[in-house]
């Protein structure tokens, strides 16, 4: 059984459906969509989140917890959009001509 995707973009929107053509644009938005899912039950083939390429800036440390586990049937999968190369940021990039001397 083919599982449930949603996507994650840079340029999506939490507000949106999570589809290919209208993505979460956060890892909390697809988390958030699942747990409302599993209000039901979780579909046979369980779900995928994919991430579509690029750097996410995250401010948060992105938290799942035991309601957010799927089962070994119905499994809960984050990960890259096929071929497309995500990164996952914590910090922020200082720009050299932000530093003076003293």
Same mark, same amino acid.
């Given at each position: 059984? =083919?599982? *449930?995707?949603?996507? *994650?973009?840079?340029?999506? +929107?939490?507000? +949106?459906?999570?589809?290919?053509?209208?993505?979460?644009?956060?890892?909390?938005?697809?988390?958030? /969509?699942?747990?409302?899912? =599993?209000?039901?039950?979780?579909?046979?083939?369980?779900?995928?989140?994919?991430?579509?390429?690029?750097?996410?800036?995250? +401010?948060? @440390?992105?938290?799942? @917890? /035991?309601e957010d586990s799927g089962t070994p049937e119905a499994r809960i999968t984050y990960? /890259?959009? +096929?071929?497309?190369?995500?990164?996952? *940021?914590g910090g922020r990039e200082l720009k050299a001509e932000s530093f003076v001397p *003293?």
């Amino acid at each position: 059984m =083919k599982p *449930v995707e949603f996507y *994650v973009a840079r340029n999506g +929107d939490d507000g +949106d459906p999570g589809t290919m053509e209208a993505p979460f644009a956060t890892l909390e938005g697809a988390r958030d /969509a699942i747990q409302t899912l =599993k209000q039901g039950e979780l579909p046979p083939g369980g779900v995928t989140v994919r991430l579509r390429g690029g750097t996410y800036m995250l +401010d948060d @440390s992105f938290r799942l @917890s /035991a309601e957010d586990s799927g089962t070994p049937e119905a499994r809960i999968t984050y990960c /890259a959009h +096929d071929g497309e190369a995500v990164w996952l *940021v914590g910090g922020r990039e200082l720009k050299a001509e932000s530093f003076v001397p *003293v």
